[in-house]
């Protein structure tokens, strides 16, 4: 058995571990381990943030300023790897029914090297090296938001061009 959970682990793809990666820090952060989130962060991290600032939780809990009493709790309810082969891993979740977030993690050797922190805003992200032609962004969509009615009202939309 031990012999197989290693072949296993030998053939588990970049794309993989970088997901896995994301989903271990998602449980580290709820459960406090700032250790592991050390770990799995780096230091030097670069972040963006389209929302209002009072959302800017996950860079509180990254860089320890939120108090762990703080009710705000990130839960994804997916979590996506997107254009293989550039370490991007995107998450988004639900918290109650008014607040909408997703984050997009850029990944190198599986440590987080970028953070894209978006709140109330539907996104489409695109890899624009698939060659699309002037507006036909069709066809080098590589993810989108989840529709989900937000209290009957609407959200601002954003195109992320990787």
């Known amino acids: 058995m031990e012999a197989h959970r290693g072949e296993l682990l030998k053939t588990e793809t970049p794309e993989m571990k970088n997901r896995g990666a994301i989903e271990l820090l998602y449980r580290a952060l709820q459960q406090g381990d700032t250790s592991t989130v050390a770990k799995l962060v780096a230091s030097d991290v670069e972040w963006w943030f389209h929302g209002p600032h009072h959302c800017q939780h996950m860079m509180r809990l990254l860089t320890g300023e939120q108090p762990s009493q703080v009710s705000f709790r990130f839960e994804p ?86």
């Open 77 to 162: 309810s997916n979590v996506q790897v997107v254009v293989p082969g550039h370490g991007c891993v995107i998450a988004e979740g639900w918290e109650g029914s008014h607040v909408y977030w997703v984050h997009v993690w850029k990944l190198k050797d599986g440590v987080v090297t970028e953070l894209r922190e978006y709140f109330n805003t539907w996104l489409t992200v695109t890899d624009c090296s698939l060659g699309a032609i002037g507006w036909d962004m069709g066809r080098c969509t590589v993810w989108e938001s989840v529709p989900r009615d937000l209290a009957r009202g609407s959200l601002p939309s954003l195109l992320l061009a990787i």
